[in-house]
């Protein structure tokens, strides 16, 4: 048995495993939780269609051509330029409700909470600004 898509077939290995380790792990807690089994089930069936679709020449191939559909690509390059501008705006609006509420408060763990997100807009600026000098550079 050859395997076409390597990627495909590892990534169908690892939920293969990750769900027999839950089921293993579930039973020997004696925890029966249908929503987990819900989600191992599903786990557990994608790991199996991965790897036999990995295995099969022809499904490899309509795998090929969808990842390289230029419509799919530009699809996926808008959702991920969205899905950036809303995490910026719920960032933003989170740090001024956070200096909010520190200033009616003066809890010093409102602050502490806010540093991770300060922390994440130094980066998105920082890496804005590399990414636009590195990009005039080059074109």
Do not use: H, Q
């Amino acid at each position: 048995m050859r395997i076409y898509n390597k990627r495909k077939f590892f990534i169908g290995i690892g939920e293969f495993i990750l769900s027999i380790v839950a089921f293993v792990t579930m039973f020997i807690t004696r925890t029966i939780d249908i929503k987990f089994i819900v989600v191992n089930v599903i786990v557990f069936t994608l790991g199996i269609v991965n790897i036999s679709r990995s295995l099969s020449k022809s499904d490899t191939a309509e795998d090929i051509i969808e990842e390289n559909d230029e419509r799919n690509r530009l699809i996926s390059l808008r959702i991920n330029n969205m899905r950036y501008k809303i995490l910026i705006v719920v960032i933003y609006i989170s740090v001024v409700a956070g200096m909010l509420a520190y200033g009616v408060t003066r809890n010093i763990n409102i602050v502490i909470a806010l540093l991770p997100l300060l922390l994440l807009l130094c980066i998105w600026f920082l890496s804005s600004f590399i990414l636009a000098f590195y990009y005039e550079k080059k074109c």
